[in-house]
């Protein structure tokens, strides 16, 4: 098997990778360093990857392996996600911190070891540890086999979109504050396209440029590594064909607007249909909920190849940030590819029906400025992580004393989850318990907002497995009536999906990978508070059935 080193300092092109029909090993460094870095006219240290902000661009094709030597030269611990990566059997190689492994303390080296198995499309890398990822991420491209085409008309050219936030203050002081207090954090300051915010008042900070070339087809791969919000993403003048989400081929459906939560990719076809031109890029808040946000919106430039002037396409008009039905729009548009190339395998059978309520509560707080500490919950359990173990590490040495299995199947009480008069008492209970599921059974998993302080859009990833979006609606969850509207047939399969404000999603997955997966909140504000649980899937019968042993050099807590 051919190996090939690649230091990751510049971004790699698509095309530079090797002409090969086997599959590559591909290794990459990433240093963690500190870099000072300027956004909105303030410089600030920050934690990157190689320096870069975003972070490098991984590239690789479908059954490729790749490691990445992670060296820590910060004073924080580290650790990285490789978000939607299945890792299959090499849960070790998750990520998350005190989840599949201890993180990697300053000084030290960690290298993930992970084969991108039947996976082909756009996915993410980011920090998995305190709120480092506001600067911690990155793209990770992966490419189909090679003669293998793309389901969709070949673009003639391709551009990596990262959109995120910024904060002028450090993001460590900022959650830290907000745990003293016992309130919620400071709002983001900005947000960002490929790092940049485009020009604000009173500061002349650039703005992200790309090209096009006119009549050609430009595939877009847009990714959100923000923190803490939804965002709309859309184009002046220009439709976008939705061709792939979370990695997964989807039926081709037009749009001038996508949205996308923390954790989820979009790939889009983008037909550059006009002469010439410069047409703004924007990125704006999607919050429903009656809570404070970012309203910065974050611009970009595409630029027609050849164009003289300076004249440019503006956006006729944002979506309103609580624009519910642009959003509904697009979400109920998805559908799965469903192919002979690429089938939808939506589990008929279900062996474990879960009802999971998501839910935010205040708990008494000694230390706390307030007297009070807002919390989040699954199930009424607000997850405590371990600090002398991780999970995974618990489960494979069968060590006792570090979690429960007893993590509850549906919530303590029933009562009107959406509606206006909610239980007075809103504590939770606190407890490292896990959800546990035998080798290849299946799984319905109903996530239901409620109206526990206020409903809110909560973008829920899985780790370790994809599932079928096989429902989604309004209110409190019928059983009876809701069940009947299922789409069984093509449903939307990704990563991470997003349960609306003041109502629910319901998905389907097969536990068919051994380990310990983390399934939590991807905004970072409510994986702090607790929003957060893991499933312990046990070890199969057959020889490709057990998760493998731990690498040798596996951080320590």
């Given at each position: 098997?051919?190996?090939?080193?690649?230091?990751?300092?510049?971004?790699?092109?698509?095309?530079?990778?090797?002409?090969?029909?086997?599959?590559?090993?591909?290794?990459?460094?990433?240093?963690?360093?500190?870099?000072?870095?300027?956004?909105?006219?303030?410089?600030?240290?920050?934690?990157?990857?190689?320096?870069?902000?975003?972070?490098?661009?991984?590239?690789?094709?479908?059954?490729?392996?790749?490691?990445?030597?992670?060296?820590?030269?910060?004073?924080?611990?580290?650790?990285?996600?490789?978000?939607?990566?299945?890792?299959?059997?090499?849960?070790?190689?998750?990520?998350?911190?005190?989840?599949?492994?201890?993180?990697?303390?300053?000084?030290?080296?960690?290298?993930?070891?992970?084969?991108?198995?039947?996976?082909?499309?756009?996915?993410?890398?980011?920090?998995?540890?305190?709120?480092?990822?506001?600067?911690?991420?990155?793209?990770?491209?992966?490419?189909?086999?090679?003669?293998?085409?793309?389901?969709?008309?070949?673009?003639?050219m391709e551009q990596v979109i990262v959109l995120g936030e910024w904060w002028k203050s450090d993001t460590e002081a900022v959650i830290n504050e907000a745990l003293k207090s016992g309130l919620a954090p400071n709002v983001s300051d900005a947000h960002t396209i490929n790092g940049h915010p485009g020009p604000v008042k009173n500061c002349a900070e650039g703005g992200f440029k790309f090209q096009v070339e006119p009549g050609k087809n430009h595939l877009l791969r847009i990714i959100n590594a923000a923190l803490n919000e939804d965002l709309f993403f859309k184009i002046a003048g220009h439709q976008l064909t939705v061709v792939e989400i979370d990695a997964t081929y989807t039926k081709?459906?037009?749009?001038?607007?996508?949205?996308?939560?923390?954790?989820?990719?979009?790939?889009?076809?983008?037909?550059?249909?006009?002469?010439?031109?410069?047409?703004?890029?924007?990125?704006?808040?999607?919050?429903?909920?009656?809570?404070?946000?970012?309203?910065?919106?974050?611009?970009?430039?595409?630029?027609?190849?050849?164009?003289?002037?300076?004249?440019?396409?503006?956006?006729?008009?944002?979506?309103?940030?609580?624009?519910?039905?642009?959003?509904?729009?697009?979400?109920?548009?998805?559908?799965?590819?469903?192919?002979?190339?690429?089938?939808?395998?939506?589990?008929?059978?279900?062996?474990?029906?879960?009802?999971?309520?998501?839910?935010?509560?205040?708990?008494?707080?000694?230390?706390?400025?307030?007297?009070?500490?807002?919390?989040?919950?699954?199930?009424?359990?607000?997850?405590?992580?371990?600090?002398?173990?991780?999970?995974?590490?618990?489960?494979?040495?069968?060590?006792?004393?570090?979690?429960?299995?007893?993590?509850?199947?549906?919530?303590?009480?029933?009562?009107?989850?959406?509606?206006?008069?909610?239980?007075?008492?809103?504590?939770?209970?606190?407890?490292?318990?896990?959800?546990?599921?035998?080798?290849?059974?299946?799984?319905?998993?109903?996530?239901?907002?409620?109206?526990?302080?206020?409903?809110?859009?909560?973008?829920?990833?899985?780790?370790?497995?994809?599932?079928?979006?096989?429902?989604?609606?309004?209110?409190?969850?019928?059983?009876?009536?809701?069940?009947?509207?299922?789409?069984?047939?093509?449903?939307?399969?990704?990563?991470?999906?997003?349960?609306?404000?003041?109502?629910?999603?319901?998905?389907?997955?097969?536990?068919?990978?051994?380990?310990?997966?983390?399934?939590?909140?991807?905004?970072?504000?409510?994986?702090?508070?607790?929003?957060?649980?893991?499933?312990?899937?046990?070890?199969?019968?057959?020889?490709?059935?057990?998760?493998?042993?731990?690498?040798?050099?596996?951080?320590?807590?």
């Open positions: 098997m051919a190996v090939m080193w690649i230091q990751i300092i510049l971004l790699l092109a698509a095309c530079l990778l090797p002409l090969s029909a086997e599959a590559m090993v591909r290794h990459y460094k990433f240093n963690v360093v500190m870099k000072n870095s300027t956004r909105l006219c303030s410089t600030k240290p920050i934690v990157t990857i190689n320096g870069k902000f975003p972070g490098p661009t991984i590239y690789a094709r479908e059954d490729d392996t790749v490691l990445v030597k992670v060296v820590n030269h910060v004073k924080y611990n580290v650790s990285i996600h490789w978000h939607g990566v299945r890792q299959l059997r090499t849960g070790w190689a998750d990520g998350p911190a005190y989840i599949t492994q201890c993180p990697i303390q300053p000084g030290q080296v960690y290298v993930y070891n992970f084969t991108l198995t039947g996976q082909r499309g756009t996915l993410l890398w980011h920090a998995h540890i305190l709120w480092l990822r506001a600067t911690v991420h990155g793209a990770l491209v992966i490419m189909p086999k090679l003669g293998v085409p793309y389901p969709f008309p070949r673009p003639h081709p459906f037009n749009t001038d607007t996508i949205v996308i939560a923390p954790g989820q990719t979009t790939n889009v076809l983008l037909k550059a249909n006009h002469a010439s031109g410069k047409y703004l890029v924007a990125s704006s808040t999607f919050m429903d909920a009656p809570i404070a946000f970012d309203n910065m919106t974050a611009t970009a430039m595409l630029h027609y190849t050849n164009t003289l002037g300076s004249t440019i396409t503006t956006l006729t008009s944002l979506p309103p940030q609580n624009a519910t039905p642009t959003a509904d729009n697009f979400t109920d548009s998805l559908r799965s590819l469903n192919s002979k190339e690429y089938p939808a395998r939506v589990p008929k059978k279900v062996d474990h029906s879960l009802f999971f309520t998501i839910s935010l509560g205040v708990n008494p707080c000694a230390s706390c400025v307030s007297g009070s500490r807002v919390v989040a919950a699954i199930n009424n359990v607000t997850f405590v992580m371990p600090k002398i173990s991780s999970l995974l590490q618990a489960h494979f040495f069968k060590k006792s004393g570090i979690f429960t299995d007893d993590f509850p199947g549906k919530p303590p009480v029933m009562y009107d989850f959406t509606g206006k008069q909610q239980p007075a008492n809103m504590r939770t209970n606190r407890g490292t318990r896990v959800y546990r599921l035998a080798y290849n059974s299946t799984v319905q998993l109903v996530l239901q907002d409620t109206g526990m302080i206020a409903p809110e859009n909560h973008p829920i990833h899985l780790h370790g497995f994809n599932f079928f979006v096989v429902g989604r609606g309004k209110g409190n969850y019928n059983p009876k009536k809701d069940t009947r509207k299922f789409n069984l047939v093509d449903p939307v399969e990704r990563n991470t999906v997003g349960v609306p404000s003041g109502g629910w999603t319901a998905i389907r997955f097969r536990a068919d990978n051994p380990g310990v997966w983390f399934m939590h909140c991807h905004l970072e504000v409510h994986t702090t508070w607790g929003l957060k649980m893991a499933f312990v899937v046990d070890n199969g019968k057959g020889p490709n059935e057990s998760l493998l042993p731990p690498p040798s050099d596996l951080p320590k807590c």
